[in-house]
């Protein structure tokens, strides 16, 4: 088993891992301001920039507000389809709706990108539905809160899914033994017992937002991490490498309270 595991082991330390650490020790470069070469002289300099210029911290503070905006809405919609499937569905119309929440993930990233790019743009479909209303597609903010939530749904949907098959059924029979009714069933037994596959879920849609550049390059204006680092990367590799600590920073404090809250036990 060990000599199976060796070679994807060894490969994953030497792409992923090492990737990290060139892209940490980048970090502390510098960058020839004539020629924009990558000069290796160690210096703090870009975590100075980063952490001392306003733009870079309202970048990284509005990527956060959106990841977290986004981790809620699909949490709230995906919970009661992820109920349903799990608790009442048939077990025919169950592999139905599994498959309708993977179909989106067979569909290519770039084509649903610019089909949302259409459907909000000022000639789009959204427009051209709400116009006899008087009323028009979302501003670039609530248009792109509205494309990462459908685009990480179903990261969502699967966890909730899976988190509540595992609850036993004699334990929400007991408590309605017990006189407890459903609604009070839901809220002191099934709702903390699914309480963890909400979180492992919305590791994979705070971390998919945190990270994404080509959405809010083609839905909004505004700058995102992801934007900037993409943005500077070939100007200014060192502040972008820098930048880049930011979400991974973040990431790992966010894992670490998903691993207290029992999050890894329900992937």
């Not at 470069?29 to 920039?49: A, G, I, Q, S, Y």
């Amino acid at each position: 088993m060990a000599s199976l595991l060796a070679a994807p082991v060894g490969w994953l330390l030497v792409v992923y891992v090492g990737s990290l650490v060139l892209l940490l020790m980048a970090a502390f470069w510098e960058t020839e301001p004539f020629t924009n070469d990558v000069v290796r002289h160690w210096n703090l300099d870009n975590f100075r920039r980063i952490i001392e210029q306003d733009v870079y911290r309202d970048v990284a503070w509005r990527t956060i507000q959106m990841a977290g905006l986004v981790t809620i809405a699909d949490a709230v919609l995906a919970f009661p389809i992820a109920y349903y499937m799990a608790r009442v569905a048939s077990p025919r119309t169950r592999d139905i709706l599994v498959v309708a929440v993977l179909t989106p993930l067979w569909a290519s990233y770039l084509v649903k990108a610019f089909a949302w790019n259409a459907m909000l743009g000022d000639q789009g479909f959204v427009n051209w539905l709400l116009e006899p209303f008087g009323l028009s597609a979302p501003g670039e903010w609530t248009g792109l809160w509205l494309t990462f939530t459908y685009f990480w749904h179903p990261f969502m949907i699967l966890p909730i899914y899976a988190g509540l098959e595992r609850i036993p059924s004699s334990l929400l029979e007991a408590s309605g033994d017990l006189g407890a009714r459903s609604l009070r069933t839901f809220w002191r037994v099934t709702l903390p017992l699914a309480f963890p596959a909400v979180v492992a879920g919305s590791i994979f849609t705070f971390s998919l937002t945190l990270g994404d550049y080509i959405l809010p390059t083609l839905i909004a204006d505004q700058q995102f991490i992801g934007t900037v680092i993409y943005g500077d990367r070939s100007s200014n590799l060192p502040v972008a490498a820098a930048f880049a600590m930011v979400p991974i920073a973040v990431m790992t404090i966010y894992l670490l309270v998903a691993r207290r809250l029992g999050a890894f036990k329900a992937l």
